[in-house]
C-alpha cells in the first residue's frame, strides 16, 4: 500500500485542525505549524491507528515536515 501526500495531508489537517492550504511535503510541524508535544503525540497515535505505526518518542525530533512523516510511515509500515 502506497501512502500518498493527500492521504497524510487530510490526517494532519483533521489531527491538528490546520488549514490544509498552509501545507505542503516540507511544511515543517514545529517551526510552520506550531505544534506542541502534546499535538505531536495526537499526530502518532492518529497515524498508528490509521496506518499502524507511531512515531516513536526518540524518532519524533527527525520527523519534522510532512515529507518526514510519509517517508517514516513508509519505512515502518510492515
Known amino acids: 500500500m502506497n501512502i500518498t501526500y493527500e492521504e ?3 490526517l494532519i489537517v ?3 485542525s490546520c488549514d490544509e492550504d498552509k501545507l505542503t511535503l516540507d511544511t515543517n510541524l514545529f517551526t510552520d505549524l506550531e505544534i506542541d508535544s502534546l499535538e505531536a503525540v495526537e499526530l502518532s497515535l492518529a497515524l498508528e491507528e490509521k496506518y499502524g505505526v507511531g512515531i516513536a518518542d526518540e524518532d519524533m525530533p527527525n ?3 510532512v515529507r518526514d512523516v ?3 510511515v ?3 509500515k510492515q
Do not use: G, N
Open 8 to 10: 497524510i495531508r487530510d
Open 14 to 16: 483533521d489531527t491538528l
Open 63 to 65: 520527523v519534522k515536515t
Open 70 to 72: 510519509m517517508e517514516y
Open 74 to 76: 513508509a519505512s515502518h
